[in-house]
């Protein structure tokens, strides 16, 4: 017979395999009880959107539409993509579903998005963010409670060190103007920029505020700060969401190089990152962005939000020990198998969030004893002729000091819990 290559992932696209999963329910089950307690609600939306929102939304000389979208046409031609980002979703299903006529809009989403970006450590194709976007509230105290959201996530985490750089771009307006001033300060020097620096100067000269390379990072220290073209009600606005944040407690640093990569923030923008993770150091990251609704056919809504990236903070959130199920229940001989279902539908019903697995398959009580064990399991729950007979069941200890107990089938329930003694004698 001739041998198939066997299937391989796509580069980039991960499995999550089952020794991971709990670590991630882990975190996904705080973040959703941090958001709950704090008024979000959960918002579910397509991995697929066309294409033009995208676009539309992030911008034409952004990383993620020149070079990373996942683009395809569907059988009826659609320039269809999908989802970089979940920001654009929430924007297009709030206006489609007219969610702002409800009131303020708190939402969260988690999910998978998709860049074709060069894959490493911290940086895969198809990646999972968690965020929030909150539709609706113009003023500071905005930033100060998506701030404190994020800080609150970190704490419910146990996680510390995190680092919190926060700047402000001022309308779209004053970001445009300041634009202009950027283009007359490094034009002159455009030849002593690396290449792909003079392309963004070319193309989107903001992003060289955030540029690592060495000529242009020496020429932005004589560079006129972004801070000169405000207006004073964008210096009000971000002293005042200054003030606000160091009330809520959250520890930051001004950064006034942070720029982000999309270009529908407006005013704040920030980003967490931790000195643990490397090069890929952004763990979230986010802003304002306050006529993106509007410019996208909507009503005048500012908005504001923020996403994490899941892989890069499982990275960083200790993982919980992994523990094996409370008891498995071993049937020896085909009547015992049969009465093993029954007893298994009551102990689940009985005993809710304990885990109570079958033995499956064939074996000798000697093999199925290895295999329970080897799953971790605290006890064995065994039935066989002899104890279908007595109506007793045999329960073995397998952690701690080891010991057999015989319990009557009416009270395996209790017992389990640790509710009666059984009775050694028997
Ligand atoms: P980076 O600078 O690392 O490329 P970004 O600015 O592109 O990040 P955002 O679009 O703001 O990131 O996404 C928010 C968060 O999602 C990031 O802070 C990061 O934690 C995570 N993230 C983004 N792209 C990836 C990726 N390709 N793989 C894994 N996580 C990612
Ligand atoms: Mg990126």
Redesign the pocket.
């Not at 911290?122 to 194709?125: E, L, S, V």
């Given at each position: 017979m001739k041998r198939e290559t066997p299937p391989a992932h796509v580069r980039g696209m991960n499995d999550l395999l089952p020794r991971e999963t709990p670590h991630w329910q882990h975190i996904e089950r705080v973040a959703r009880e941090v958001f709950r307690r704090a008024g979000y609600r959960e918002i579910r939306l397509p991995l697929v959107e066309e294409a033009a929102l995208f676009v539309r939304c992030i911008g034409e000389a952004t990383?993620i539409v020149e070079k990373e979208m996942y683009l395809f046409e569907d059988r009826n031609g659609d320039r269809l993509a999908l989802r970089p980002?979940a920001t654009a979703g929430c924007v297009r299903a709030v206006i489609e579903h007219h969610l702002e006529r409800e009131g303020i809009q708190r939402l969260w989403y988690a999910g998978p998005m998709f860049?074709h970006?060069r894959p490493q450590k911290?940086?895969?194709?198809q990646?999972h963010?968690i965020g929030v976007e909150v539709f609706g509230i113009p003023t500071p105290d905005l930033e100060a409670e998506l701030l404190l959201l994020s800080d609150e996530l970190w704490d419910a985490l146990g996680l510390t060190g995190l680092v919190l750089e926060i700047n402000t771009l001022g309308t779209a307006a004053e970001r445009e103007q300041y634009r202009n001033v950027l283009l007359d300060y490094f034009r002159p020097h455009r030849g002593e920029l690396e290449p792909d620096d003079a392309r963004r100067l070319d193309r989107n000269p903001l992003r060289l505020l955030d540029s690592k390379s060495g000529p242009t990072r020496a020429l932005l220290e004589r560079a006129p700060p972004l801070a000169d073209s405000l207006g004073p009600d964008s210096r009000a606005h971000w002293e005042r969401v200054l003030e606000l944040v160091t009330a809520a407690g959250v520890d930051y640093r001004v950064n006034p190089y942070l720029v982000?990569?999309?270009d529908y923030y407006t005013q704040t923008v920030f980003?967490w990152t931790s000195p643990a993770l490397g090069a890929?150091s952004?763990?979230?990251?986010?802003g304002r962005y306050d006529n993106l609704v509007e410019e996208l056919g909507g009503p005048p809504l500012p908005a504001m939000g923020w996403?994490?990236?899941v892989?890069?903070l499982v990275a960083l959130v200790p993982a919980g020990r992994s523990e094996g199920p409370d008891a498995v229940v071993i049937p020896l001989g085909a009547q015992a198998e049969a009465e093993c279902l029954a007893l298994l539908r009551d102990l689940h019903r009985m005993l809710p969030g304990r885990e109570i697995e079958l033995s499956l398959g064939a074996g000798s009580l000697k093999a199925r004893l290895k295999r329970a064990d080897r799953t971790g399991a605290r006890r064995a729950v065994i039935v066989g002729e002899d104890e279908l007979k007595r109506g007793v069941i045999q329960v073995k200890v397998l952690v701690g000091a080891r010991r057999t107990d015989f319990v009557p089938r009416a009270q395996l329930a209790e017992y389990l819990v640790g509710g009666i003694p059984a009775d050694p004698s028997q």
């Open positions: 990383d980002e860049r970006e911290g940086r895969q194709r990646f963010q982000r990569g999309l980003e890929q952004a763990v979230c990251s986010g996403a994490l990236g892989e890069r």
